[in-house]
């Protein structure tokens, strides 16, 4: 693969990050209404609705096998949304992003072969270390809401792997149905928790901004990007997930930064810019 073929997809997997971090950012406000259950619902729902219109799925035919891929990725997405949701009801934003990129960085640990490599990934566990705020006489960290953080990475370590598998040779619709398989398992939870608030016409405008931002937007340009590119590259770039977590939280939320924080976003972009440009060109060409 040359450096210049992952350009585009490099391009469309940050753009869908950023998006990302907007999107949790205003999902919060969301909770004092719906619950946590409720947002994903929410996000994952009308994210659903939105690329099921757009890409109308029914009109491509998948084999059995493209099928299970399918399956197994809309169902990573959907419980890895609750998981991490949930996880926001016991800790902060910031910490439950650092907690969950265990998983994309668990892919790029398998992957890794050269030194530089695991250089690349020992700095982004050291700006990873650094974003946690251990020992600041911040308060307990729950340990339910690590516990929910760790296992939304194990999911998005899985949404990473089938989302490529169901992704080649696919298109849109791949992600349209994914998210629909997903939105499905979510809402028997939101309906439990939130009953008939969903239908809240004062929520339904906030719910579809978070469900574009978070959901129906970064799921397609991953979905565009995956097939693309290595996944030990996808895992390395989602690095800078905690990075744009805590600045999306300044910015939005009015979350201050200290210094070890700053220090540790530097070291995670350092991380994602550095693994970007050498995996782009050590990997092998595709055939």
């Known amino acids: 693969m040359r450096p210049q073929s992952v350009i585009l997809p490099v391009a469309l997997v940050t753009l869908g990050m950023i998006f990302t971090q907007l999107g949790a950012s205003f999902a919060k406000m969301l909770f004092p209404l719906v619950g946590a259950a409720g947002a994903t619902t929410l996000r994952l729902t009308l ?3 939105v690329l099921v219109t757009l890409f109308r799925p029914w009109r491509h035919r998948l084999s059995p096998a493209q099928w299970r891929d399918v399956l197994i990725y809309g169902g990573m997405i959907g419980v890895m949304n609750l998981l991490f949701y949930a996880s926001l009801t016991y800790i902060p934003l910031g910490i439950a992003v650092a907690l969950e990129f265990t998983g994309p960085l668990a892919v790029a ?20 270390a650094l974003l946690l705020p251990l020992g600041q006489g911040e308060g307990d960290i729950s340990l339910i809401g690590v516990a929910l953080a760790l296992a939304t990475g194990v999911c998005w370590a899985g949404y990473i792997i089938f989302g490529q598998r169901a992704g080649t040779g696919g298109g849109p619709h791949i992600t349209a149905l ?17 009953g008939t608030t969903l239908l809240d016409p004062a929520i339904l405008p906030l719910g579809l901004g978070v469900a574009l931002l978070s959901s129906a937007i970064p799921y397609a340009l991953d979905m565009a990007a995956l097939p693309h590119m290595p996944s030990r590259l996808f895992g390395i770039l989602m690095s800078g997930q ?22 540790g976003i530097a070291a ?13 060109r ?5 055939v």
């Open 268 to 280: 995670v972009i350092v991380a994602s810019l550095g693994a970007t440009v050498t995996i782009a």
């Open 178 to 194: 994914g998210v629909a398989i997903a939105a499905m398992i979510a809402l028997p939870f939101g309906a439990a928790t939130a």
């Open 282 to 286: 050590n990997a092998p060409p595709k």
């Open 242 to 263: 905690p990075a744009l977590g805590a600045l999306s939280g300044f910015l939005i939320l009015h979350e201050k930064l200290s210094p070890w924080h700053i220090a």
């Open 47 to 49: 994210a659903a609705i």
């Open 109 to 128: 640990l398998v992957g890794a072969r050269k030194p530089l490599d695991f250089a690349w990934i020992v700095l982004a566990f050291a700006g990873l």
